[in-house]
């Protein structure tokens, strides 16, 4: 009888359970689309007065991607579980004195970018590859309609039949 309660308590509970999962673009492919790509420090956290969101300011010490090279750039993002009392396992949060390297994306015309699912990282716990940041280094110069793609409908987006990691070793 035990046993039957406990088969049923982990169907039960595997069936509510969602994990956050995605596939991570290939950084060139992810800087190719990106608006900015840049290092900077949180210099600023604030909260909304409700609380649901809260918008945070990078101080930028490099831009990666040509284009206007704005000097502070924000954020806003909806609040941390404690704030919102919603908690998932794709739940994540900038805080203030970080150093992240940002893929920033226009998305409903808002800039915004993301962690899980993207290149963006805080540099405080992760580092930049070598590969990387050969990719940082020249994306400018990539040309995305030298390439041809296949879709890779699993994770709904596409991905170079060539890999183009190999064709930027040449840079080195």
């Not at 406990?6 to 060139?28: D, E, N, V, W, Y």
């Amino acid at each position: 009888m035990k046993k039957r309660i406990l088969t049923i308590l982990t169907i039960l509970i595997s069936a509510i359970t969602f994990a956050c999962g995605c596939g991570i673009p290939k950084p060139i492919l992810e800087f190719e689309s990106a608006e900015y790509v840049f290092e900077g420090k949180v210099i600023s956290k604030i909260y909304a007065n409700d609380s649901l969101t809260y918008t945070v300011t990078f101080k930028i010490s490099k831009h990666y991607k040509k284009g206007d090279n704005p000097a502070t750039i924000e954020f806003t993002f909806k609040s941390e579980g404690k704030y919102t009392g919603e908690w998932t396992s794709c739940d994540w949060s900038v805080n203030k004195e970080e150093f992240w390297l940002v893929y920033a994306d226009l998305w409903k015309e808002k800039l915004t970018f993301g962690y899980f699912c993207s290149n963006s990282k805080p540099l405080d716990r992760k580092t930049i590859s070598e590969k990387e940041q050969n990719v940082l280094n020249n994306g400018n110069s990539f040309k995305l309609e030298n390439y041809i793609y296949q879709s890779e409908t699993e994770f709904n987006f596409t991905k170079p039949i060539s890999n183009i990691d190999s064709i930027l070793k040449l840079d080195k």
